[in-house]
Each structure stands twice: as C-alpha cells, then as structure tokens.
C-alpha cells in the first residue's frame, strides 16, 4: 500500500486531502475525521497545535471562500426537476463582506427542503433564472445541499415567465406589471429587498 504524504506545518492543501490520523492529531477546524483517517474539508494552510495534539486548516483570506455548513448563500437557479432545484451559486452572504465563491459551483435544494410542509410541485416554488436565498446544511458532496426553509429563505429575485418582466410581490404571489400575469413562488421576506 502506497504511504500518504502527510502535511507539514504552514502547508497549503485542498478539500478532501489526507492529514494524517486520529491517534496523532484531534481533528480541529477545517477538518473531519473518517474511519480514523484525518482529512481537509476546506482549502487552506495547514496549522498543527504541539499543545493541543490538534491539527486544524486556516483559510487563506486572498482564496475565494468554498460554503460552509450554516453559510447563507446567493444563487440563481438553473434547472428544476421533479425532486430538487439546481442552484448555481453566486455568493456568500457575509457580515464582514459579500465574498465570491471559489469556483463555478452548484448545489441542490431538495423538495423536502424547500419549506415547511408539503410541495406538491417543485415547478410553483421555483422557476429557472430566479435569483434565491438559501442555507447551506451540507457541503461535504457535491453538489453542496440547501435549504429554503424559514421566512428570510427562498425567492429574492424573479422575472415573469412569459414576458421576462421583474415581478412585483403582491402577498403571497408575484404578478407581472407589463402583462399581468400572477405566479407563484417560495419567497423570501426580503424579496427585492437585496442587491442583486
């Protein structure tokens, strides 16, 4: 069996890549532990604790940022099939700044994540080109999982289906100023409310 290259101090590494093993380091931030091995789930340098026997991943501020679990994202949707929602993502939504995502990445929402109750159809939640909020609550498979769940989630951003007009909210639809049309969507509190 091949030997693993194990990281040294100040290292810099990518998801996914080998750390070492339990019985050396406690996983810290950045890392998770599997079967006993130790691996990155976030790109970063490489930060080994004697103190703590603690191996942790720091993320370097000049690489764009990959979503963390919890993470409140901006993404459009791309494509809606019977069972979930394909997000392309846009952003971070962050305190200290609205960061770019590291790379073109997708993500899912799930039916059973759209909101609280039944979906009957994934179609009337969601339309392809609508601009979305959602939280992160899993990223260690691609694509990263989300969630639509709660007032502050769901549609920001949409254009009428027939005539691309932006959709003013009316209640709990969106109904077209050019040609009137009424559709309806999983909106968000803050729909057109947020800098697209």
Request: with cysteine.
């Amino acid at each position: 069996m091949e030997e693993k290259r194990v990281p040294r101090d100040g290292d810099l590494v990518l998801p996914g890549d080998y750390l070492g093993v339990i019985e050396e380091y406690f996983p810290g931030e950045g890392v998770k532990e599997e079967n006993g091995e130790l691996y990155a789930i976030r790109a970063g340098r490489v930060k080994i604790d004697t103190q703590k026997m603690e191996i942790s991943v720091e993320t370097v501020t000049d690489v764009p940022p990959l979503p963390q679990i919890g993470d409140i994202v901006i993404g459009k949707i791309v494509e809606v099939r019977g069972q979930s929602a394909i997000v392309q993502l846009i952003k971070i939504e962050s305190r200290e700044d609205d960061r770019e995502i590291a790379t073109s990445k997708l993500a899912g929402i799930h039916v059973s994540q759209v909101k609280e109750g039944y979906v009957e159809n994934l179609s009337r939640e969601f339309k392809i080109g609508d601009v979305i909020r959602a939280k992160v609550i899993a990223n260690e498979k691609s694509p990263i999982q989300l969630t639509t769940k709660g007032p502050e989630l769901g549609v920001i951003y949409a254009l009428c289906t027939r005539c691309r007009t932006p959709l003013v909210r009316r209640g709990n639809q969106l109904v077209c100023p050019k040609c009137g049309n009424v559709e309806t969507r999983k909106l968000s509190v803050l729909y057109r409310k947020m800098k697209v």
